[in-house]
Structures are given as structure tokens and as C-alpha cells.
């Protein structure tokens, strides 16, 4: 005789038997028990859940042959349940979908509908992967299916339900089978594996159900598989050596090694699962549900619920979890799970496992928001302390000192903002300008300052005459007051830096590039202005607008009109510009600001405190 597998074998055959499919079974007997029986039935899902097998136990339940009318509970024992069973009955047909897919086989089974059966009480068609069918056979199939002789039942079963048309759909009864939960899988192979007298490990059954992802039929082959590998008993280590996935007890030590931040561990043992030939991508699937569960068991008081586990291995997942924080958990589960595609779609899943472990092994440690709170809680006060003791002796101060707040120099020290100027630190005098002795011919009309910049009269001055200094530049690169200082005495430069005031008030986009030119010589006579050799400026300097724009700013200015030249060299590279000396200022205001927050004391405290470091530092004017 030949070998029967176990699937088949141990097919269930009544609706007490049918294993994790109780709203299907309970809803079906009642139907019957009611006399609500429907002309037809379309059982939809995963494979391997169940589908054909109760398709065949309410063809039982419709036809036992014990009692005058259908039942909830077939025999079993009477011919008609015998030979649903073996697929023999005349009356009970089942049909592939696959192949009996066309207008001539649906016109043919509609031929055969008017006869009645021949000996049980239902004729009955069974059509597995109904979905298969063509467009044109379910519309021969529509009228058939909504008004079917009396005595002809449906029962349509298929794992794509989506590809049938919707009025198909609205004609039957629609029932979606669930996939099996672990522990009801678990549960059916000790129950066979007792009935064949074959000794088991939990941890091989637990395997075994985590590798059938739902479906009792895969589990049942994959039990076949192992049991012919060692059909004595069921070891952990056979199955998990058979099926090439990694046991519980390696996904225990990986995830330990993880949480510990053990990065070699962690490339030993995926090194150790590969040379042995197990499934990397498995491994990373089983091990993103492991870490998925010690979060469940971290946040939850009774994960039982949502674990779909055996009870030794919810002891160990809850024992393992308990070595790290919530925050942690999450963390790893996060980054694991956005590495996990690479590691299954990826050319090298072993080297993508290898480096998605080690940076999640060698991620920095967490510090609680409570613990942050501490410290800062810590500053104010020792701030406050400071402020309030400051302000108890600064007798000497007078009254235009301004007290810092706590939580102003928290601020101030925990952000990246610009640095603030020390309580009391000497700041630079504002440069003074001194006032001329000379009478000053007729002030023109006032100049309207650029954003940032103070308003000023704009006087005619003869050539040799000394300017003060003021601010000037390109918007964004303004020279400000005092920056002239290195080039006292320098009048072309006073003189250079007084005409860009007035042409930035009608042309800014033109006093931004005659900032980078070199006033060789500024007066009524003559203007002569030198370029870098080469420079983006050059064109635009010997430009006739920049010329007759010049020409209208000087004569203005002096009361003539000055001969206009331009130089380009490269010797000028080196030449002092405005432009440079807005630049060089800035610099040295950054360096300084630098350097007092650095020296800050309260700076100090603060990263002290907060074990922080300075970033950035930046004047408050940019």
C-alpha cells in the first residue's frame, strides 16, 4: 500500500475537527440547523487554511445519509460521507477551475444541472481556484448561478478573491478563513504526532509552526519532511537542521548579544549560521518577530494575550526583554526593521545582516528624559544661585546692569545660538568720529540708509578732505564702523567708500560690485580705479553704465567732472578693498566672540553640566 502523507492523512472530517476556523464552522451548522441553506459558497484565503477540507464537510454535513435531512454533524460511517471523502461520490464533483476555465465547460455543467441526483440528497459542485475562470464563463455562469435548481449547491473555494467580478460576488456567501495561529498549529502537531506514537521537543513543534506562517497544510508537509530525516523523535536541532532556519535558542543568544552591544557576537554568529547553512533571510525575518516580541512583553502587564507563542518561550522572550529599557527595545525593532529589506532583497543578505547588527550593537546609549530634567533643573538652580548673588553685590553697577534669568542662560547655553557678551565684560568703544574744524559747504539731501545701516547726511568735502568712517559694502557685507581704522589717513579710500553710500541708494546691485575695486586715486580731477587681473568684475567695471554712473556720483560730489580710467593688474591682487576689510572684520568679530564664549563662565557651567561642547559660535549681527 502506498505511503499516504501526513496532510492528507490526517485531513480534518467534520466540522469539530476543522482547526482554527470556528466563525466558518459555527456559522455553516447553524445554517443547516436553521434551514437557511444557501445555493452558493465562496470560501476565500491563504493556502493551506482549510478551504477544500470544508467544502467536503458541508457537502457531508448536506448529504449524510443518517438522518431524514442535512445535519451539523455528519456520520462519517453512512456512503455518502464515505465517498465524499474518498472523492468518489457521483453526486459531490470537484472541479479545477484551472482547467475547466471556458464557455464549453460551464455550458456543459449547465446541461447536467436539470437531472437530479442520483442517489444523495444535494447535487453539488466543488470548484477550487475559481478565480481561474475566464471573463466569458462567468457571464454564461451568471443567471445559472442566481436561480440554480433546488437540488444544486456551489461551493466555490479560491486564494484570490479579488480577481472574481463583483457580480459573482453578490450572488454568494462569502466566508474568509483565517490564517492559524502558532499555538493552534503547535497544538494539531502534538495531537498527530501522538496518534503515529512519535516522541516530540516543544522548540521543534514551536519551529515547525513559525515556518508554516499560518498554514496547517505547509506545516503538515513540513512535519513530513523532518520526520524523514529522524521518524524516531522530533528534536529542535534535526528541525531546524532540516528546514535551515536558526532555533530559538541562536535567536535568544543573537538578540542577547544585540542588546548587550556585543558587535563581534553578533558577526560570530551570523557567521556561524551561514557556514552551517542556514537561511540569512529567514534568520532576519525570525529575529525582527523576536525583538517585535520583547517589546510586547516590555510595555505590556500580560503580554500573553498578544504573544503567539508557547508558554516556555513567552518565560524566555519575558526574561530576555527584561535586560533593556522600552525606549531601547523600541529603538532596536525600528532600525532593524527599515534595514530588513536590504537584508531580503539585497545581493549580499549576509553582509547586509552583518553591518544592520553591527550599527545597531554599537548605537549610543540612551539617557532617560528624566535624567535630562535633572540636570537642567540643576543648572537653573545654580544659575539662579549665582544671578541672585551677583545682583545682592553689584553695588558698584549702578542700575543699568540686567540681571540673567535661569532659564534665559539655560537657553543660552544649551542652544547653538550666538554666543552672548559676558555680564560686565568690557565691550569695545564705538568709534568716535571727531568733529571737523573746517566750515562744510551745504549739506545735500539726506540719504536713505539700507536695512541695518544708521541714517546720515551725504556732504560734498573736497578731495583731501578726511571722512569718517562709515558703514558700507554690499548689503549682507557691510563694512562697519571702525573697520576704516587700519586705513587712516588713506583718503581715496574715505573718498571710494562715500560715493558706494550714494550709488547704493539708486544701483545697491552695483555698489555690491564696486566694493571689490581698488581706488588707485579719488579726486576732481581724476578717478582712478584698479581691478585684480581676470576678475568676474572686470567686465562689468568697464562697463559705459558703471562709467556714466561714476561720472554722475562725482560730479555731484565735487562740483565737476573728474577723467574716469580703470587699471586691471595683477599686482593689485593684493590691494586693500572694501570689500576685504568688511570681510577681515568680520572675521575678527567671530574670532572674538569665539573666544569670550569660550571663557565664559557661564558657558562653562553650562557644559559642564550638561557634558555638552561648544559647535558654533556666531556674532549676533550675522
Not at 456559522?27 to 491563504?46: K, P
Not at 470548484?127 to 456551489?154: Q, Y
Not at 516590555?298 to 508557547?310: A, E, S
Amino acid at each position: 500500500m502506498s505511503y499516504v502523507v501526513l496532510a492528507r492523512k490526517w485531513r480534518p472530517q467534520s466540522f469539530a475537527d476543522l482547526v482554527g476556523q470556528e466563525h466558518v464552522s459555527r456559522t455553516l451548522q447553524n445554517a443547516i440547523e436553521s434551514g437557511r441553506i444557501a445555493h452558493a459558497f465562496l470560501f476565500t484565503g491563504v493556502r493551506g487554511v482549510g478551504k477544500t477540507t470544508s467544502a467536503r464537510i458541508l457537502a457531508k454535513a448536506l448529504n449524510c445519509l443518517r438522518d431524514s435531512g442535512p445535519t451539523g454533524e455528519p456520520c462519517l460511517a453512512c456512503a455518502a460521507c464515505k465517498e465524499i471523502a474518498a472523492g468518489s461520490d457521483l453526486d459531490v464533483q470537484e472541479i479545477d477551475g484551472a482547467s475547466y476555465n471556458g464557455v464549453d465547460e460551464i455550458r456543459a455543467l449547465q446541461d447536467a444541472l436539470p437531472y437530479r441526483p442520483a442517489r444523495d440528497r444535494y447535487k453539488i459542485f466543488i470548484i477550487d481556484e475559481v478565480h481561474m475562470l475566464s471573463g466569458p464563463a462567468w457571464n454564461a455562469f451568471l443567471k445559472t448561478l442566481e436561480e440554480p435548481p433546488p437540488h444544486v449547491k456551489f461551493i466555490f473555494a479560491t486564494t484570490e478573491s479579488h480577481k472574481i467580478p463583483i457580480t459573482i460576488l453578490s450572488r454568494v456567501q462569502r466566508f474568509d478563513f483565517r490564517m492559524i495561529s502558532l499555538s493552534l498549529i503547535v497544538e494539531r502537531l502534538r495531537y498527530v504526532l501522538s496518534q503515529e506514537k512519535i516522541e516530540a521537543e516543544d522548540a521543534a513543534l514551536s519551529i515547525l509552526a513559525r515556518e508554516a506562517a499560518g498554514s496547517m497544510r505547509d506545516a503538515m508537509s513540513l512535519l513530513d519532511q523532518v520526520l524523514a530525516y529522524n521518524a524516531q523523535a522530533l528534536r529542535a536541532d534535526d528541525v531546524a537542521k532540516v528546514l535551515g532556519v536558526a532555533s530559538h535558542q541562536v535567536l535568544y543568544s543573537l538578540a542577547g548579544d544585540l542588546l548587550l552591544g556585543n558587535a563581534e557576537g553578533c558577526v560570530r554568529a551570523v557567521t556561524e549560521l551561514s557556514n552551517q547553512g542556514f537561511n540569512i533571510a529567514s534568520v532576519a525575518r525570525d529575529l525582527l518577530s523576536l525583538l517585535r516580541d520583547m517589546v510586547i512583553c516590555k510595555v505590556c502587564d500580560k503580554p500573553q494575550d498578544l504573544l503567539d507563542l508557547p508558554d516556555q518561550e513567552q518565560k524566555d522572550v519575558q526574561q530576555l526583554s527584561s535586560q533593556a529599557q522600552a525606549d531601547d527595545l523600541v529603538r532596536l525593532h525600528q532600525g532593524f526593521s527599515r534595514g530588513f529589506d536590504d537584508v531580503l532583497r539585497g545581493g549580499q543578505p549576509r553582509a547586509a545582516l552583518e553591518m544592520l547588527l553591527i550599527r545597531l550593537a554599537r548605537r549610543p546609549a540612551l539617557i532617560p528624559i528624566e535624567e535630562w530634567m535633572s540636570r537642567l533643573s540643576a543648572l537653573e538652580h545654580r544659575l539662579g544661585s549665582g544671578a541672585s548673588s551677583a545682583g545682592g553685590s553689584g553695588g558698584g553697577t549702578g542700575g543699568g546692569a540686567q540681571q540673567v534669568t535661569p532659564r534665559a542662560a539655560v537657553a543660552a547655553a544649551s542652544s547653538p545660538a550666538p554666543a552672548r557678551r559676558a555680564e560686565g565684560a568690557q565691550q569695545p568703544a564705538p568709534p568716535q568720529t571727531a568733529p571737523s574744524t573746517q566750515s562744510m559747504p551745504s549739506a545735500q539731501p539726506m540719504s536713505s540708509a539700507q536695512p541695518g545701516q544708521p541714517t546720515q547726511p551725504v556732504r560734498a568735502m573736497q578731495p583731501t578732505q578726511p571722512m569718517p568712517a562709515t558703514q558700507n559694502g554690499a548689503k549682507g557685507a557691510a563694512v562697519p564702523a571702525g573697520a576704516m581704522g587700519s586705513a587712516s589717513g588713506n583718503s581715496n579710500l574715505e573718498l571710494w567708500s562715500t560715493l558706494l553710500d550714494q550709488i547704493r541708494e539708486g544701483r545697491p546691485e552695483l555698489a555690491s560690485v564696486l566694493q571689490h575695486v581698488v581706488p588707485l586715486r579719488i579726486d576732481a580731477q581724476e578717478m582712478q580705479l584698479g581691478i585684480e587681473k581676470g576678475s568676474v568684475f572686470e567686465q562689468k567695471l568697464n562697463s559705459s553704465e558703471v562709467h556714466q554712473l561714476l561720472k554722475k556720483v562725482a560730479t555731484a560730489h565735487f562740483n565737476s567732472t573728474p577723467k574716469i580710467s580703470v587699471q586691471a593688474s595683477a599686482a593689485l591682487a593684493g590691494e586693500q578693498t572694501l570689500a576685504a576689510m568688511a570681510a577681515d572684520a568680520r572675521a575678527a568679530r567671530k574670532q572674538a566672540a569665539t573666544e569670550r564664549a569660550q571663557q565664559h563662565p557661564k558657558v562653562l557651567e553650562a557644559i559642564e553640566i550638561l557634558g555638552g561642547r561648544i559647535k558654533e559660535v556666531r556674532p549676533a549681527e550675522d
